[in-house]
């Protein structure tokens, strides 16, 4: 007999995580509790993944295995990238369009032989999946239960692995996978993550997480491994400048009407989209919105401190940034007209600027274009001078090397 | 002399209270003539047993205009919608379906039978809110003729035109389908998952005969994806103190303006002078002047009984004649001494505060309907449970519950006719049908009252006990409701108006009806 669920759902490792959260500070992601914080604030959590080493339980990632002869052209029919180049052991980063090039969803796809894969994703696709696999043999199979995910990430994240798994990770890639084991599990490597620093995730059997979750723990206390909740992440991806589904954009399934769509190249992701394959969802309007450029672009803004600060000291306070990552819309002007606007904001610890991803409207997006940020300073909605940046705003040459 | 008024209203339900209402706001002297010993018509709160108090024919709300409520301050006058957080099915398998008031849940226990009906969910429901958006404005609308060249009509078809070309293609031709298909059908385009349809399909059969797989029961879905509650579509809500209390409230509205509402007075009558309405007569004899006269009641009264035929075209008596009623639905309410406790999902919890929809599958369903379509009433019915006094404790003595069991089928054209034995039957076959979901309903059951399509005419008046006032089928909606070129609220004998819930846009606890009338009543003033 089924009962009524108590709590939402749980993931693997909330034996472990839930005595470690100090304000109750749960949150949702994708139908899970998620810890935003574990400790009273989040600086040591943010510094962890810059400075050591910070493990982030990604567990509510929906994940399916992608199996059998026909998984490479089902992937290649529904995803942006150029499915079949990859090698075994390779990870892709790609969106997914409908028909329009409207994107749905963003993840990674991992090849894990020849006709396995697996791909990750922010909202649940397996319907999508099953749509566009009509007439082809492959097998599609919901593993976001099944399968524990944690990300380490952070420069000491590969001493960590090194010294807990039972292979060493020296020669892991960027964006590759291995197979590994930890306290006697087998579990995969990649070399990814959503920091954009150096940085691994690691896909457990849920069976096994705990014991997984305390060897890392055990031996990464020596590396200043350091649980991190999402308000740590929600700062070092702005810094990376990787957009997120639901914040910077919405998915083409749940919006309500087009304008609330985005398009791969308007979310400046047009290195994901390959035009060297078949046809796959989306590919002619693409094709037609590459030759004709995008309306839109998402790029970085950084506010100038000095206007920022001038602002703040007209009404005799000091300027006052945001800790903890806004996710909200917020107009962003050029020449006294909206050009468009910000989707996430924080305050960079690390490079100490103001710092805010955007969407701005052709041709208001070229990198070092002047724009204004609207800052409320004492309930007054103001302008504060900012400039257009090229992303990452930070991009460590230890993520690759 | 006392006994004139700018306009009478014939019928004290919740339509004829709107129209009084906005008359009365108006300026107009109104008085609102009722049959029973209480305002309300089928929304009414009663203590048909002592300590218990229950909306004895319509349960929830969902449809009622939002701009009624404001214009009438309905909250001022003691409305007060409360959520209805959630549908369980109970599955002969001692399963269960549900769907909760949050996305998450609803989705991990659709998930638990199907995860692809679990993702198509979200896409039918966003699907079917951009339908329901684009088709309500029509709720508000008064119903244009499409035949007729008038500046008001070719100015309605435009207006109309306008919403359709909103829509786009891909929800066009979903409206179409809608329009035409049945409701399991159109849910087989969509799901896999065998009693989430039903329960689905379920909306699109209520007050209608017809079956899930009978054409034009989509349409019926869409209907009851029109409700909004604070701007949330498809939500329903109970009326705190049963949905009397939006007569109740309506009543309120009109009195403040100085409307006179009076029960215990059957009009028998319309008095023609000239061929234009001049007042009515009632039972007693007694006679009221008004030049204008509005009949809440359903368009067969309305046309057939409270006017003589010679003061209509026979087209239009032709029309009326053929409207289609055929009620099908019957209500059992029940005194509690405890709550029922359901073997799928046992105990006492937040699932009574939502309701439960015996609906396992469209084939029983189906089956439910095939038995009313020869002559009997379901064997094992379609129900759908809710437990007002969870939500609103003063609903019983406390510790003690009502039930509130709305049924199909039970058809009002039964072999034999309704007796009072076939009553009890009926009764006894909704009991037995739910006991075997929740075993201690029997022992735990009080009271109970037991309402057949004839009771339904014979308490409320309405014809063949159609809760709608006449099917919401296709060709009985919008400009043929209740007929082609009478569907403006206007009949052809001047100073006569009709505001029941067989006009545009049809049955439920809406109100647009009445609101509606009113307009055509003031804009001919
Ligand atoms: C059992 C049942 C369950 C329902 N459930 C729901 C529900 O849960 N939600 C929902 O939205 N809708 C529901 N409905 C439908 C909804 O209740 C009706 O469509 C709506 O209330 C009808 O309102 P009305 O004002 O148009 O007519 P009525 O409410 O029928 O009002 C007509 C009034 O006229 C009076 N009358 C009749 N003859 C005379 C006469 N000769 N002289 C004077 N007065 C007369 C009657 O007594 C009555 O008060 C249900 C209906 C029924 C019957």
């Known amino acids: 007999m089924t009962r009524i669920p108590h709590t939402l759902q749980l993931t693997p490792f909330h034996p472990r995580t ?77 969106g997914w369009c409908d028909a329009a090039g409207k994107l749905i969803d963003d993840g990674t796809i991992s090849r894990l032989g020849e006709q396995e894969y697996r791909l990750t994703s922010a909202e649940p696709n397996l319907r999508w999946l099953h749509r566009n696999a009509f007439g082809l043999q492959v097998a599609i199979e919901e593993v976001s239960q099944a399968l524990g995910a944690l990300a380490l990430q952070g ?31 087998d579990i995969q490597v990649s070399r990814t993550g959503y920091t954009g620093d150096l940085g691994y995730e690691l896909w457990i059997p849920a069976a096994a997480a705990l ?25 070092a991806r702005i810094e990376a400048g990787l957009v997120m589904l639901d914040v910077d954009y919405q998915s083409a399934h749940r919006a309500m009407i087009e304008a609330q769509m985005s398009t791969p ?38 506010v100038n401190w000095d206007s920022f600060e001038a602002l703040h000291t007209t009404v005799d306070l000091a300027p006052a940034v945001p800790a903890v990552a806004w996710r909200a819309s917020v107009p962003v002007y050029r020449a006294g007209s909206q050009v468009g606007y910000a989707s996430s904001g924080c305050w960079s610890p690390l490079l100490k600027k103001y710092l805010a991803l955007a969407h701005l409207s052709a041709p208001h997006f070229d990198p070092d274009t002047p724009v204004e940020l609207e800052v409320t300073v004492e309930h007054q909605r103001l302008r504060a001078a900012a400039v257009v940046r090229k992303l990452p705003f930070y991009d460590p040459p230890r993520k690759r090397a | 002399m006392t006994n004139r008024y700018d ?46 108090t229950f909306s004895v024919f319509s349960y929830v709300v969902s449809l009622l205009r939002p701009e009624i409520i404001r214009d009438l301050e309905l909250a001022r006058y003691g409305l007060q919608i409360l959520p209805l957080e959630s549908t369980v099915t109970p599955l002969p398998d001692g399963d269960y379906l549900a769907s909760w008031n949050d996305p998450d849940l609803t989705r991990r226990e659709i998930s638990r039978h199907s995860p692809l ?27 244009p003729d499409p035949t007729s060249l008038s500046l008001r009509d070719l100015r309605g078809m435009l207006k109309l035109g306008g919403h359709l070309e909103s829509l786009g ?82 009543a309120a509205a009109a009195r403040s303006w100085g409307a006179v509402l009076r029960t215990d007075a059957a009009v028998t009558q319309v008095l023609v002078r000239n061929g234009r309405a001049t007042g009515v007569a009632l039972e007693t004899g007694e006679e009221f002047t008004a030049p204008v006269v509005v009949s809440g009641l359903d368009a067969r009264r309305t046309y057939l009984e409270l006017v003589a035929e010679k003061e209509l075209p026979d087209e239009l008596l032709e029309q009326v004649r053929r409207f289609r009623f055929r009620g099908s639905s019957g209500k059992v309410n029940l005194a509690l001494s405890e709550l029922p406790d359901f073997s799928c999902m046992p105990g006492i919890g937040p699932q009574h505060r939502g309701a439960f929809s015996i609906s396992p599958s469209v084939d029983y369903l189906e089956r439910a309907y095939d038995d009313a379509k020869y002559g009997g009433f379901s064997r094992r019915p379609y129900m759908d449970i809710v437990f007002p006094s969870m939500i609103d404790p003063g609903m019983a003595p406390p510790g003690a519950h009502v039930a509130s069991i709305f049924v199909q089928y039970a058809p009002s054209a039964i072999d034999g006719g309704w007796t009072p034995a076939r009553r009890e039957a009926f009764g006894d076959t909704v009991i037995d049908t739910l006991a075997e979901y929740a075993p201690n309903l029997k022992s735990a059951i009080l009271h109970r009252q037991v309402l057949t399509p004839a009771d339904i005419q014979e308490k409320i008046g309405i014809s063949e006990g159609n809760i709608f006032h006449g099917e919401l089928s296709l060709q009985q909606l919008f400009f043929l409701r209740p007929a082609a070129h009478w569907a403006g609220y206007r009949t052809p004998i001047p100073g006569y108006y009709h505001c029941s819930s067989s006009t545009h846009p049809g049955g439920g606890v809406m109100g647009a009806a009445g609101r509606l009338a009113a307009r055509a009543i003031l804009e001919d003033a």
Request: aromatic share 10%.
């Open chain 1, 265 to 302: 190249f308007e979310l400046a992701l047009d290195w994901t989209v390959s035009f060297d394959k078949g046809p796959y969802n989306g590919r002619r309007a693409l094709q037609a919105e590459r030759e004709r450029g995008p309306a839109w672009r998402f790029v970085g803004i950084e």
């Open chain 1, 211 to 235: 014991p997984v979750w305390d060897a890392l723990v055990a031996r990464g206390a020596d590396y200043g491994l350091t649980p991190a909740g999402i308000w740590a992440l929600d700062v």
């Open chain 2, 117 to 143: 009906d679990a993702e198509a969910m979200i896409e039918f429901g966003r699907l079917m809110h951009h339908i329901a958006r684009s088709v309500k404005p029509f709720l508000s609308l008064m119903p």
């Open chain 1, 155 to 185: 420069p000491l994240s590969r001493a960590v692995l090194n010294a807990v798994a039972e292979r060493p990770v020296d020669g892991l890639k960027y964006f590759r996978v291995m197979d590994n084991r930890i306290a006697g599990t």
């Open chain 1, 18 to 94: 839930a005595p470690l959260i100090r304000g109750h500070t749960w949150r949702r992601w994708s139908g899970h509790a998620a810890a935003s914080v574990y400790d009273w604030t989040h600086e040591h959590e943010y510094a962890a993944i810059r400075n050591a080493a910070a493990l982030l339980d990604v567990s509510p990632l929906h994940k399916y295995r992608i199996s059998g002869r026909d998984a490479t052209r089902l992937l290649d029919r529904v995803v942006t990238r150029n499915v079949a180049k990859a090698a075994i052991g390779q990870v892709l980063y790609t």
């Open chain 2, 169 to 250: 293609s891909e929800r066009f031709h979903a409206l179409y389908k809608l329009l035409t298909m049945s409701s399991a059908d159109y849910l087989d385009e969509w799901f896999e998952c065998e009693p989430l349809k039903a329960t689905k399909s379920a909306s699109g059969i209520i007050g209608s005969f017809l079956g899930p797989r009978s054409p034009g029961s989509a349409y019926v879905l869409l209907h009851h994806y029109m409700g909004e509650i604070d701007g949330a579509f498809r939500a329903w809500g109970f009326c705190k103190g049963g949905n009397g209390t939006v007569s109740n409230a309506i």
């Open chain 2, 7 to 52: 306009a009478i209203v014939i019928g004290g339900g919740h339509n004829g209270l709107v129209t009084a209402a906005y008359l009365a706001r108006a300026g107009r002297k109104v008085i609102v003539l009722e049959r029973r010993e209480l305002l309300g018509g089928a929304a009414v709160s009663e203590q048909v047993f002592p300590g218990f």
